[in-house]
């Protein structure tokens, strides 16, 4: 009798709860003649079957204790599943980044589908998804580096400072460094560390000596990480913002902060206002575009170079 008095109480709470209702647990204890410890427990029971239905539904919802109305109430969050147009889109771009060693792609893809795709959706992307699956090319530097990518990560958000072991890409060349790390970003293909340097002679080591912008670093050419206890310390109005940088460079490669102006010609001024974010379109003549932009260091004369007949460029200043 005992446990179908348990039963039934569960399953008047659970509709009451569904039914937006508040729950007061010593008004229920009265009710159902139990002490609150036992209302307790029966919470606790509907919150563990919540859990699970989110698990197989992607629907969360979760009970929470609201201390303005003295009382348990059900609340109610968005479904947690992609959909089948997002899932697909999200596996499209991973596979186009080609940013980590084929296990660790197909590893990322499948608990993807698993966890964030109805069941009966995953067959569909992953057919839609196959071929690319079957011919991706891996980074041919075929370096795992998630794990450097996590720790400093925790030491951008811990303000500490970090040493590193860089291999540079002309002549094998490692040097060692101490970094204030500010930042973690992603172009073409690469996962990248936006940081200041400690204790270099920046007359020799930089074309720009006063240069104020971070140095970057590749994070798959990091061969070894310590992070220390020491912490660094930026007032916020200095603080580096990522999005506005990443605006402004292209290829990740640094230096001063200079604009450029130029026609461009092609087919595709959209094309160009995606590829510059800081672009501006000063005048149109005759379907050509004379456009305004604002970057960082070298990488812009690399874009403009592949362009060829459809670029001509006015003037750097």
């Not at 410890?37 to 979760?62: A, H, M, W």
């Not at 499948?110 to 079957?134: F, G, H, T």
Request: proline share 3%.
């Amino acid at each position: 009798m005992e446990k179908k008095d348990k039963v039934y109480r569960i399953l008047d709470l659970y509709t009451r709860l569904q039914n937006g209702e508040i729950i007061s647990k010593t008004e229920e204890a009265v009710n159902f003649g139990v002490n609150e410890k036992s209302i307790q427990r029966d919470i606790e029971d509907i919150r563990e079957f919540l859990k699970e239905q989110t698990v197989e539904t992607g629907i969360e919802n979760d009970i929470i204790y609201d201390h303005d109305k003295r009382g348990y109430l059900l609340q109610r969050l968005e479904n947690m599943n992609f959909s089948n147009e997002e899932a697909l889109a999200i596996t499209k771009i991973l596979l186009e980044s080609r940013a980590f060693t084929k296990p660790e792609m197909m590893r990322m893809l499948d608990k993807l589908l698993e966890r964030c795709v109805p069941p009966e959706n995953r067959k569909i992307v992953n057919e839609l998804v196959s071929n690319e699956r079957y011919h991706y090319m891996e980074p041919h530097h075929k370096k795992v580096f998630i794990d450097k990518m996590w720790e400093i990560g925790k030491a951008i958000r811990e303000h500490k400072c970090i040493e590193i072991t860089y291999e540079k890409l002309k002549g094998n060349q490692k040097v060692s460094r101490k970094l204030q790390p500010l930042a973690l970003m992603f172009s073409e293909f690469y996962f990248y560390l936006a940081a200041h340097i400690e204790n270099i002679d920046k007359e020799k080591a930089f074309q720009v000596a006063n240069d104020m912008y971070p140095t970057i670093y590749r994070i798959d050419r990091i061969s070894s990480l310590k992070v220390l206890e020491e912490k660094f310390k930026i007032p916020y109005k200095d603080r580096f913002e990522e999005g506005e940088y990443r605006k402004r460079i292209q290829f990740m490669y640094g230096g001063k902060l200079q604009r450029i102006e130029f026609w461009y010609k092609g087919q595709s001024i959209e094309a160009v206002l995606d590829k510059l974010p800081t672009a501006e379109i000063i005048k149109e003549e005759n379907g050509n575009y004379l456009v305004r932009a604002e970057t960082f260091g070298s990488g812009i004369d690399m874009w403009l170079r592949y362009q060829g007949e459809n670029v001509e460029l006015v003037k750097k200043f």
